[in-house]
């Protein structure tokens, strides 16, 4: 099926790992992104990549980094993970000013 | 500064009873995007509709019908006949044409008991 694929579902990090979030998708679209939702709030952008190359930084950058490493994929990493970072991570894309954002399944993260 | 105000936390109704979800915003922009989004207990983000800041007219899709008036900067989202599958959580989002950051409500939680 079409859309955005992200893996992993959940993931359980002690403080101080690493891990790389992955994002996929078969849309062509240009642009992608990445948030975080925590509990009773909207979501919060992280990064994001207006096309193939770029990256720019989100509302709440500090602790990730991203890789935009061809036009389908938009990785997310946590260099050393802290329980701050717990939260749901969404991949998103978007074919800009056409449509909507289309959204991944979503990551489950915890820090402990 | 842009902002999206969703002042109502939560709203409960018996099914077949209309509800109407409020959406506020700021912008000082001309050009702009609302959005609404539809979160299921299975916690995915499901799209529903976008909207142009040129554009008035309202829209009916089904059940859903969305008020989208610049006046009172405002894009109300009502469900007609509410059905119990209809609860989930549900974001206004607001997007600038200048920028690539969607800006979030912070969700009305929707409860439809049957």
């Known amino acids: 099926n079409a859309g955005v694929t992200q893996t992993p579902k959940f993931q359980v990090l002690k403080t101080g790992q690493s891990m790389t979030l992955q994002c996929a998708q078969d849309?062509?679209?240009?642009?992608m992104y990445w948030y975080r939702q925590d509990p009773g709030m909207g979501l919060r952008l992280i990064y994001y990549?207006?096309?193939?190359?770029?990256?720019d930084k989100g509302e709440v950058p500090n602790g990730y980094n991203v890789s935009r490493l061809n036009k389908r994929e938009f990785s997310l990493r946590l260099e050393s993970a802290a329980p701050s970072q717990t939260s749901v991570y969404f991949c998103?894309?978007?074919?800009?000013?056409?449509?909507?954002?289309?959204f991944g399944s979503g990551t489950r993260l915890t820090v402990v | 500064a842009q902002k999206v105000t969703q002042a109502q936390t939560e709203i409960s109704v018996v099914e077949k009873e209309d509800v109407t979800l409020d959406c506020v915003y700021e912008?000082?922009?001309?050009?702009?995007?609302l959005f609404w989004y539809k979160q299921p207990p299975s916690g995915e983000l499901v799209f529903l509709i976008r909207?142009?800041?040129?554009d008035e007219q309202n829209e009916i899709s089904g059940r859903y019908s969305w008020n989208f008036q610049k006046s009172t900067s405002s894009f109300n989202f009502t469900i007609t006949a509410s059905q119990v599958v209809d609860s989930a959580v549900y974001f206004c989002?607001?997007?600038?044409?200048?920028?690539?950051?969607?800006?979030w409500g912070a969700g009305t939680k929707l409860i439809i008991k049957p």
């Open positions: 998103a894309s978007e074919a800009r000013g056409i449509y909507g954002y289309t």
């Open positions: 849309m062509n679209h240009n642009s």
């Open positions: 990549s207006a096309s193939e190359g770029t990256t």
């Open positions: 912008t000082r922009d001309t050009t702009y995007y």
């Open positions: 909207r142009n800041s040129f």
């Open positions: 989002a607001l997007n600038l044409d200048s920028n690539y950051q969607l800006i």
